[in-house]
């Protein structure tokens, strides 16, 4: 499943205006009355595997079983009657559409979903049980993003992106909020990147609360399109075949690479062998089902024990939403 998008991701890099900590604390007053905070745990296992001492920030723990409801969440708890009444439209390969639509029932706001063909079906599931409309088009989410976005201008809702939103990116750092109140001493974080809402949250909230706290992004090799967008400072394409359904988009996007350019540390690149083995060492160290994207912090610290060795290191867990097939695979990774 390789695809290169043709048209690059909308809307117009001059349309958005970065969050600020400002956002980011009305979006956690906001939050407040929806979701708990997610626990953070560390583990011996983890910290015996790593070399690193490692602290987990668990946000498959979130309704949704991922971080996404966070900005979606605050996003529409801030729209219109009006806007509500012509619904929303959002395009994902999954933790982002469970997020829409749980966001959309909380709201009353009418919500279709598109998602590529052959999706998780935990996922898929999960945005019916929401009570949104799913429509499955395409291999990849890209293919998924022209189609919602042809359906948005058809029908008049707002198309939601999964990163090009300001109010989203709000949203998902009072994550990082929440995790550096539970853990201030925190040396670095490692980010599971997708569409970047994630890492630009964490980059706003570490440069206004803990400037010296180093962050960084970590994506599939098998879809670097965030990474060479940050590495190129330009928005790039790239192919798109990671397995890892959270960390597989084709294309860079404008609003958290803008965000991510002015502050993030460094961004690195995992296999999604190294993905299903980091999942696993969850699964027998810290008793979590992590999604294989959920697990790209870990596979990152894993992956370069000298650069982590000693520090405390914050990894999100970012969703625990494992299709059986994934989870098959994550088991075949655990030693008998
Ligand atoms: C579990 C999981 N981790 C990481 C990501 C990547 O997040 P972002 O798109 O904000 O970079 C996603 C995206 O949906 C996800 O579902």
Same mark, same amino acid.
Request: hydrophobic fraction near 25%; proline fraction near 17%.
């Given at each position: 499943m390789t695809a290169t998008p043709a048209t690059p991701p909308s &809307? *117009? &890099? !001059? *349309?958005l205006v970065p969050p600020t900590v400002r956002d980011v604390l009305d979006a956690r007053r906001t939050l407040a009355a929806h979701l708990e905070p997610t626990p953070v745990r560390t583990y011996e296992p983890l910290d015996t595997a790593t070399g690193a001492r490692v602290v987990v920030k668990h946000e498959n723990l979130q309704p949704t079983g991922a971080f996404k409801v966070r900005g979606a969440l605050n996003l529409l708890l801030r729209t219109t009657p009006e806007e509500r009444a012509r619904g929303v439209v959002a395009f994902s390969t999954g933790n982002h559409a469970q997020a829409v639509a749980y966001a959309a029932r909380s709201t009353g706001t009418p919500c279709t979903i598109v998602m590529p063909t052959d999706p998780n079906p935990v996922k898929a599931h999960a945005v019916r049980a929401l009570g949104a409309r799913l429509v499955l088009h395409g291999a990849t989410f890209d293919d998924a993003r022209e189609h919602a976005t042809a359906l948005a201008g058809e029908t008049g809702a707002r198309l939601v992106s999964a990163a090009n939103e300001p109010m989203l990116v709000a949203g998902v750092a009072t994550a990082y909020l929440e995790l550096l109140e539970q853990a201030p001493d925190l040396d670095a974080v490692v980010v599971p990147v997708g569409g970047g809402s994630g890492a630009a949250a964490a980059c706003l909230v570490a440069r206004a609360v803990a400037p010296d706290l180093e962050v960084v992004a970590v994506q599939s090799s098998a879809s670097p399109a965030a990474h060479d967008s940050w590495r190129s400072g330009a928005l790039r394409t790239a192919q798109n075949a990671s397995r890892a359904e959270g960390l597989a988009t084709g294309c860079g996007f404008a609003l958290t690479q803008e965000i991510l350019r002015a502050h993030l540390d460094d961004f690195v690149l995992v296999d999604d062998d190294a993905l299903d083995r980091a999942a696993g060492l969850f699964l027998t160290g810290a008793r979590t089902v992590a999604e294989t994207a959920g697990a790209a912090g870990l596979a990152a610290v894993l992956a370069d024990p000298g650069r982590f060795a000693g520090r405390r290191v914050g990894v999100v867990?970012?969703?625990?939403? *494992? !299709?059986p097939a994934e989870l098959r695979r994550v088991l075949a990774t655990v030693p008998a």
């Open positions: &809307p *117009a &890099p !001059s *349309a867990c970012t969703g625990g939403n *494992a !299709s």
